[in-house]
């Protein structure tokens, strides 16, 4: 019961997510089915561009499963005193992609991708099918951060030049500070005013110091483990990389060549490799980008149906007794026990045998069907021998049996 509760809860929420990325497209300025044109990657982009490298790649990897997302930020909700490694290692067992299970150590990450679900919806389709572009349009962001004199290393995180490209990190590995900015200051005054940048109210707990960059407020570092991110951006070829891990520890229990978290040092890894989106954690939800559909639009719907596959199905011999035992269409159930050895199709030998309380109820309908035709003919109430082959015909052929009672009399009469 549990478990049908939990997959119609998940099945609600594909529609909720559905329901609201179609709502919230239909109002954009680009079409629905089209990929996002650069005033739009500006717009969507702006909140998040200027955080930490590692911190980005991971928010672009788990917002191409937006259901999953709801589901870690309901739980996050519902455990606010964990955080950080404690709430990853909470996770650890559920079925959900491991970036997904890496934000939750940010709770106020998860809870803006919630409340902002068109936003994480729409994000998460252009990043699949945009990824060269979103991280050009990234760079360009935070080029005009830094020309307004916004960007600069502080405490909490260093930018390091890497050619013409600008990396965000965190100053001290095992400490991660989300920053929070306001985009419409952050990079001077905005170009696209038929597309104002994305914006959220701030997070509690945040606060603006002075001598830092106009804009900008800083909360608690959230503390991780050595090794805790597992993915990165890669500038210079305009994709994110994933590393590979065996013996995954801490984050997810998955196989070798699984993308996976690490949380101890000193396990084997791997060269980063280029990541690709599994279409089998997006639950269902549709992509509305029609490349996308084309692409992964058959992989959603097994997903979809491995998820809401609620009871395995009954062998045929007991879905419909009356129906599917081969006595009733006029078929021995042994004519056809003997095939070729490579032969593919199911014998009927090798058929279960329906259950005994089947077969009662079969009986019980004969003996009803019969007793209103002529009640005469029948002794009440009606026993039944086992089905024997007809003399005549060669058929298995349900016979009527008076009771012990009656039978006893008619022995002791002849006797």
Not at 57 to 62: G, L, R, T
Not at 264 to 293: C, E, F, K, M, N
Request: charged share 20%; net charge positive; hydrophobic share 40%.
């Amino acid at each position: 019961m549990k478990t049908f509760f939990e997959h119609a809860f998940r099945q609600l929420l594909v529609l909720l997510v559905s329901v609201s990325v179609a709502f919230a497209q239909t109002q954009a300025p680009a079409p629905r089915h089209a990929a996002a044109t650069q005033q739009e990657l500006d717009q969507m982009l702006a909140p998040i561009a200027l955080y930490p490298d590692s911190l980005l790649s991971q928010i672009f990897m788990a917002s191409t499963y937006p259901l999953e997302v709801v589901e870690a930020a309901r739980w996050s909700r519902a455990n606010p005193g964990l955080k950080g490694e404690e709430a990853v290692n909470a996770v650890e067992q559920r079925d959900w992609d491991a970036s997904v299970k890496s934000l939750t150590a940010f709770p106020q990450v998860l809870a803006m991708m919630d409340q902002q679900l068109e936003w994480t919806a729409r994000l998460g389709d252009v990043f699949i099918a945009q990824e060269p572009q979103v991280m050009e349009t990234v760079q360009s962001l935070r080029q005009k951060a830094y020309a307004a004199g916004n960007l600069r290393s502080t405490e909490q995180a260093y930018v390091v030049q890497q050619g013409e490209t600008l990396a965000i990190e965190p100053a001290t590995p095992q400490v991660v500070y989300v920053p929070y900015y306001d985009p419409r200051v952050a990079y001077g005054s905005w170009w696209w005013p038929a597309y104002p940048p994305v914006y959220w109210a701030p997070w509690p707990g945040y606060y603006a110091y002075p001598g830092y960059p106009v804009g900008f407020a800083w909360g608690v570092g959230i503390t991780v483990g050595a090794g805790f991110f597992f993915s990165s951006c890669d500038w210079r070829a305009r994709h994110v990389t994933v590393v590979n891990v065996t013996n995954v520890t801490n984050i997810t229990n998955v196989t070798v060549n699984r993308q996976g978290v690490v949380n101890r040092p000193g396990l084997a890894r791997t060269a980063p490799a280029v990541w690709q989106h599994d279409p089998v954690h997006r639950r269902g939800v549709p992509y509305h980008i029609a490349s996308l559909q084309q692409r992964f639009g058959p992989a959603t719907q097994a997903g979809q149906r491995r998820d809401f596959r609620w009871q395995s199905p009954l062998p045929p011999a007991t879905r419909n007794s009356s129906l599917n035992r081969p006595e009733v269409h006029g078929a021995h159930p042994r004519a056809n026990a003997k095939r070729a050895p490579n032969s593919t199709a199911p014998s009927a030998a090798r058929l279960s045998p329906p259950p005994r309380r089947c077969v009662r109820a079969r009986a019980t309908f004969l003996a009803c069907k019969a007793r209103r035709r002529s009640p005469s003919r029948l002794p009440s109430p009606v026993a039944f021998r086992r089905r024997r082959a007809s003399p005549v015909t060669g058929r298995r052929e349900t016979t009527l049996r008076p009771p012990r009672r009656e039978r006893t009399a008619k022995c002791a009469a002849r006797s």
